[in-house]
């Protein structure tokens, strides 16, 4: 009777992944999912109280791999040359995108209406959050490293906008490794090295001045007015 349970329950599972993979949580139905199944939906309901029930039990795994990720700091060898000698987060990514590679895809795009739509949004602040503490960390004694609050913002909210793209579209782990590395190689790390070069100013960028910045607004904003009139 038990191996009877557990082949029952390896068949809801892949049912489930399958419907909200194509349908997504909303649409996804309990009924859908016990007859890719082989079962009555009565049958189903004996294992799982809900469908939030079984999104929640799906997603698990991943959620504790992103908890774990939560508790390793971004640190200053994130910016040397070879991020693999610095692959802690990356392993924790990678392994979940191995073992967990369809929950992984349905917990970042196929989570709207669940309890679990916010995935992304907390990625997006911890990479925020991270970011700002390490440029903190490397720029001790320098106040403003950036003027705008928004520009981490954006740059996390990038980030993980492309990590979903290459989720969504990457054909295999190589092609998904390769890309996810070069989204931070490209990405995440050129920005804030060139933060702690101008900081350390190690580059000829300039910055824009306050009083510039006042002017352009001032020009932008009588322009404006000239046209609509």
């Known amino acids: 009777m038990q191996i009877l349970k557990d082949d029952q329950r390896t068949k809801i599972h892949q049912a489930a992944i399958d419907a909200f993979i194509r349908d997504g949580y909303q649409k996804a139905s309990m009924r859908g999912i016990a007859e890719s199944a082989g079962m009555s939906v009565g049958n189903l309901y004996r294992y799982f109280k809900n469908?939030?029930?079984?999104?929640?039990?799906?997603?698990?795994?991943?959620?504790?791999?992103?908890?774990?990720?939560e508790d390793q700091p971004f640190k200053p060898q994130l910016l040397e040359v070879n991020i693999l000698e610095n692959s802690a987060i990356m392993d924790m990514i990678m392994n979940a995108?191995?073992?967990?590679?369809?929950?992984?895809?349905?917990?970042?795009?196929?989570?709207?209406?669940?309890?679990?739509?916010?995935?992304?949004?907390?990625?997006?602040?911890?990479?925020?959050?991270q970011s700002r503490m390490l440029l903190e960390e490397l720029s001790i004694g320098e106040t403003e490293i950036i003027k705008s609050r928004l520009l981490i913002t954006a740059v996390?909210?990038?980030?993980?906008?492309?990590?979903?793209?290459?989720?969504?579209?990457?054909?295999?782990?190589?092609?998904?490794?390769?890309?996810?590395?070069?989204?931070?190689?490209?990405?995440?790390?050129?920005?804030?090295?060139?933060?702690?070069?101008?900081?350390?100013?190690?580059?000829?960028?300039?910055r824009i001045n306050d009083e510039e910045v006042r002017e352009f607004c001032n020009h932008f904003n009588h322009h404006s007015r000239s046209h609509c009139t």
């Open 97 to 129: 995108r191995i073992e967990y590679r369809q929950e992984l895809f349905i917990l970042f795009l196929r989570a709207e209406g669940s309890p679990y739509e916010g995935a992304k949004d907390r990625l997006k602040s911890h990479i925020e959050e």
């Open 156 to 206: 996390s909210t990038a980030m993980v906008e492309s990590f979903c793209i290459i989720l969504e579209e990457a054909k295999d782990d190589k092609e998904f490794i390769y890309s996810l590395l070069e989204l931070t190689e490209f990405g995440l790390k050129p920005a804030l090295r060139n933060l702690i070069a101008i900081k350390n100013k190690e580059t000829n960028f300039r």
């Open 51 to 69: 469908k939030e029930d079984l999104f929640a039990h799906l997603v698990k795994p991943l959620i504790e791999v992103f908890l774990a990720c």
